[in-house]
């Protein structure tokens, strides 16, 4: 077990090695020194907007998927789940256009689209994994003595952590990936090289933010499998 985790990520390093290495080679050293410190301030920049609107949305998006896995609200909860859907029905320019008018440009907008986008995921993961433990596994948990925070905290959540997770590593995807079109509504990211790279014909700087970008996902999922694994370590 954990001699195949140790080899999946030794793989996984290797690849991001080799990405490197060929853009690096591609675009040029002279590219890469000269625009060293705009990949250092936008990386900090991008992961500000995704870590600030993730965390919102976990606040948010696990206790209503816990809420609405509970016997009393099951059958809303379909009906609910197209609230949360709002982020993903509407395209993400709309939804940051909408942000943008309601409360202005720069970060916070940003943040809120952000959040928008990465919360389904988040609620319908964990209600999906809370509603598919074992009855008979709840059932012990009663006759035992346990009080339902007491079967939420040390039954329901652990079985259902794995799907829960996958929920959360979707909405770190989409969130990291729609963060460079913050760029349009006045916050910074890798779209401020993707964007002026496209319009000036630069494809250099296009390819470094396209980069950039690919590799923040790559990495947090994969640092988000390390921790699924590290919780879970019966499950790898």
């Not at 998927?65 to 859907?85: D, T």
């Not at 919360?119 to 209600?127: A, E, G, Q, S, Y």
């Not at 999906?128 to 596994?137: D, K, R």
């Not at 799907?163 to 916050?187: E, H, Q, Y």
Request: hydrophobic share 60%.
């Amino acid at each position: 077990m954990h001699l195949n985790f140790a080899k999946r990520a030794g793989l996984g390093i290797l690849a991001l090695l080799i990405v490197l290495t060929l853009v690096a080679w591609g675009v040029g050293p002279q590219t890469l020194i000269a625009r060293k410190v705009d990949l250092m301030y936008l990386g900090q920049q991008h992961m500000i907007l995704v870590f600030s609107s993730l965390a919102l949305a976990l606040l948010v998006g696990i206790p209503s998927g816990i809420v609405l896995s509970r016997p009393f609200a099951r059958r809303w909860a379909e009906y609910v789940m197209q609230i949360f859907n709002i982020g993903n029905t509407l395209p993400p320019l709309a939804v940051l256009a909408l942000a943008m008018v309601l409360i202005g440009i720069g970060d916070k907008p940003a943040i809120i689209a952000l959040f928008l986008a990465s919360l389904l995921p988040i609620v319908r993961n964990t209600f999906a994994g809370l509603c598919s433990v074992p009855p008979p596994l709840i059932e012990a948990a009663k006759g035992i003595g346990m009080t339902r925070i007491q079967q939420l905290w040390q039954v329901e959540l652990p079985d259902a952590w794995p799907v829960i997770l996958s929920g959360i590593r979707i909405a770190t995807a989409i969130n990291v990936g729609t963060a460079p079109l913050a760029f349009l509504i006045g916050a910074s990211s890798y779209g401020e090289l993707i964007f002026p790279g496209i319009y000036l014909n630069d494809f250099p700087t296009l390819i470094l933010g396209a980069t950039a970008t690919a590799l923040i996902a790559l990495i947090l999922d994969m640092l988000l499998a390390a921790l699924g694994r590290w919780l879970s370590p019966h499950l790898a």
